[in-house]
């Protein structure tokens, strides 16, 4: 039996391909998420893509603040470590609704990392966000850029980073590993799990998506005119299979031998910038389907041009991204046109064992 991980948040978009990962990496893998913004279905689904190693795999619908049964799991379990992606993260709700996210995503964040402190389990893989540096003054971010936060929903990210570097600036025995990642897009190669956010999509690649399964008529673009390639915005996006890796990588990091971490904080993008056009673009030759556009005003809070700098997660996580964007739309075309509802309508064809 491999180490045992215990993963907030799994049940969710980035939380489901990792698991994935991690369970066919022989890990064993409990996963703890309250199914706020996701479905049970996406686990049942991992489980039968990761074949006999699936049996590793446990589920606990759990809010992250109920301490009590969060205590009930740690006392079951010895976890050698903990993945935190669980967390509201629309940007647009956390500037409507900022208690709701300061609760969420802060008290949970607070009640976790006091039961792991309790329980002697001090190494954590932290899901942060390229969110933390702002409108950049230059590309590409490296991670000793300024940090600073334009909605709640950022804050709460750069809280919790802070939070981190204090708790184990208190105690050098817990080992952190905060990962800032950029755009995540596309879908396991499989087609059997991807995105599948509740309500309309705020992000890009979903709205796509949903327009290309007719379920949206159009995508409305957010400015173009900013001093970009097209005046779209550009941005790092990056395949959520490559993300998942990436925290394979960092859990490996936390078990070396020897040397300890610390806190460490690690970008994860392919440091390369995309536009809007140059995405919708790839899309339609991806999917063979057009996809209208609506041109419009800047969206507020947006910036300019994001993208990463990769050199530090390579050399120290041993750790590159491998997909480009024609395969992050194959990918996400191939799990869209396969679900175009997600997981809300199941389908039978939608069942890896058949
Ligand atoms: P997601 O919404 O698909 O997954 C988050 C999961 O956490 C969901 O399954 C939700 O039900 C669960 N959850 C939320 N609050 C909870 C609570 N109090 N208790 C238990 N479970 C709870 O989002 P995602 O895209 O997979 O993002 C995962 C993490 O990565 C989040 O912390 C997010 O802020 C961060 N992140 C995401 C992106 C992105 O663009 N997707 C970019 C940077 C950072
Ligand atoms: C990408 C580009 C939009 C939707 C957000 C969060 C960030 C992080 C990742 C969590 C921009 C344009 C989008 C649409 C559009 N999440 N766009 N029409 O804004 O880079 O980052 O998700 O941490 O915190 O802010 O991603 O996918 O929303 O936008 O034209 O309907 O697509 O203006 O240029 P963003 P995005």
Redesign the pocket.
Known sequence: MGKRILV?????????HTVLQLLLADFSVAV???????SEA?LERVAKLAGDAGRNLSFHK?????RDALKKIFDSTKFDAVI??????AVGESVEKPLLYYN??II?TIILLETMANYGCKKLVF?????VYGWPKEVPCTEVFPLCATNP?GR??LMIEEICRDIHCGDSEWDIILL?????VGAHPSGFIG???RGIPN?LMPFVQQVAVGRRPALTVYGNDYSTKDGTGVRDYIHVVDLADGHIAAVEKLFQGGSKTGCQVYNLGTGKGTSVLEMVAAFEKASGKKIPLVMAGRRPGDCETVYASTSKAEKELNWKAKYGIEEMCRDQWNWASKNPWGYGKPDESTNPST
């Open positions: 907030t948040g799994g049940a969710g978009y980035i939380g489901s703890v998420d309250n199914l706020d913004n996701s996406a759990i809010d992250l603040r109920d935190h992606f669980a967390g509201l993260k969420n995503n949970g899901s942060s966000s390229a969110t929903y709460t990210k800032r990642y950029f755009n995540p995105e599948d956010p992000n």
